[in-house]
């Protein structure tokens, strides 16, 4: 029986927003887009990486991501404006990452938005107890993004074990503490499978 996918969404008074687990051949559909947005100069070094990624890279992170988590491809108003996952699900934990990928489109909450959806998914769908962030100490926006979700530092070993590299900054939230926070907007948002 095959693993199932699933959609998340959520309409807001300023758009109808979709984060879906994609086929392979919807990630090819995009990969020219991501690779562009991963390698952008603004980005890359928020992303934590150097090498110049293709659309191979694109398609192979997926591929990884549905044996080892859930990567979803997010949308607004049918519009690709980036991507998000959760990644080496296991133990009641999770780590999450995501790209708001047109510069111009970031700092303006549609990152917070996208990221609400994912940890609704992450809390209500797959009953994780927790859930890690690593980010480049640099990355001022997606810590404000973290802030608002209600992450906070955690240097202990097993957090330290998400980090990519050594100065990364490690963010742990509890479903105990995103759930009554942003009760309201899980109740907005649907999950289905596909």
């Not at 970031?106 to 992450?122: C, D, E, P, S, V």
């Amino acid at each position: 029986m095959p693993t199932p996918r699933f959609q998340i969404a959520w309409s807001t008074p300023e758009a109808h927003l979709v984060a879906l687990e994609p086929e392979v051949d919807e990630v090819r559909r995009h990969a020219g887009a991501l690779a562009d947005a991963y390698n952008d100069p603004h980005n890359a070094p928020l992303l934590g990486h150097t090498d110049r990624l293709g659309e191979r890279d694109v398609v192979a992170h997926y591929a990884h991501l549905s044996d080892a988590g859930h990567g979803f491809l997010t949308f607004r108003d049918g519009a690709l404006v980036g991507d998000a996952d959760l990644r080496g699900v296991a133990d009641g934990a999770a780590e999450f990452a995501f790209l708001v990928a047109a510069v111009a489109e970031q700092g303006k909450g549609l990152g917070t938005r996208l990221a609400t959806m994912i940890h609704t998914f992450a809390f209500r769908q797959l009953d994780l107890a927790r859930v890690y962030a690593s980010i480049v100490p640099a990355n001022r926006a997606s810590r404000r993004v973290f802030d608002k979700l209600g992450y906070v530092v955690d240097d202990a070993p097993a957090a330290r074990a998400y980090a990519d590299e050594p100065d990364d900054v490690v963010l742990r939230l509890e479903r105990a503490v995103f759930e009554p926070a942003h009760a309201i907007a899980m109740a907005e948002i649907q999950i289905t499978v596909r």
